[in-house]
């Protein structure tokens, strides 16, 4: 049972473009969501969190978004760059700060 | 400061044998976690260790164990290897179990021949 899914295993888009990265997840109880980003041969590493008291979170051109209602987050890389070419993860967390990931999804940033 | 350092980085075993990796964390770090990535399966969580107690363990067998010493260094044990337990197995440490963000060393990849 999948707790927290990424339904789209890759991305492509273009350069200068917005890149859309969706994560849902099952879970009422989760109440803090991280967004972590891996390059080939390469550990994750932590890109953007956000917590249930909030909608939205916003480090330069990373925004993700949190729709509790539909058990929803999504991040938004604006503009996409060539270095933004990795696979990224989505986690989720309940109150006993556990992670559970998502499968990832590999986005893949066209020139 | 350092990062989180896995040894050994890749390693080619047999069915049947055992392997044990080891996990050094960020210096200050207590709690050490344990992933195995598999293509398509994300990250499946092992276990967590934070002060040598075993704080939180995933859904795999008996075979996959871990240990936490006094310096916070880790290991992590795999026995009676089975192909499928071929993958990128992950090291994290964060500052307590109660602190979201996780650094990840850059994992060692274990082949099952």
């Known amino acids: 049972d999948q707790q927290v899914k990424q339904n789209s295993p890759s991305l492509s888009v273009q350069e200068g473009r917005i890149s859309i990265l969706n994560c849902d997840y099952t879970?009422?109880?989760?109440?803090?969501f991280l967004w972590y980003k891996k390059y080939p041969a390469e550990g994750p590493t932590f890109l953007i969190s956000?917590?249930?008291i909030k909608d939205k979170n916003e480090d330069g051109r990373f925004t993700v978004f949190l729709n509790k209602s539909a058990k929803h987050l999504s991040l938004h890389i604006v503009p996409s760059q060539p270095g933004d070419s990795a696979v990224y993860f989505c986690a989720a967390s309940p109150s006993n700060y556990q992670l559970i990931w998502g499968a990832g999804t590999k986005l893949i940033i066209k020139p | 400061k350092a990062g989180v350092t896995q040894t050994p980085r890749y390693l080619i075993k047999t069915r049947g044998q055992q392997v044990t990796l080891s996990c050094s964390p960020i210096s200050g770090h207590r709690s050490v976690s344990w992933y195995q990535q598999t293509p398509g399966q994300g990250l499946q969580f092992l276990f967590e260790y934070f002060s040598e107690t075993q704080r939180n363990k995933g859904n795999f067998p008996g075979r996959f164990s871990g240990r936490q010493f006094s310096n916070s260094r880790s290991e992590m044990n795999v026995s009676t290897l089975e192909l499928g337990d071929s993958a990128l197995y992950l090291c994290?440490?964060?500052?307590?179990?109660?602190?979201?963000?996780?650094?990840f060393g850059e994992g060692s990849r274990l082949t099952v021949l």
């Open positions: 879970n009422s109880m989760f109440d803090y």
């Open positions: 994290a440490s964060r500052d307590s179990p109660r602190t979201g963000e996780l650094f």
């Open positions: 956000i917590s249930s």
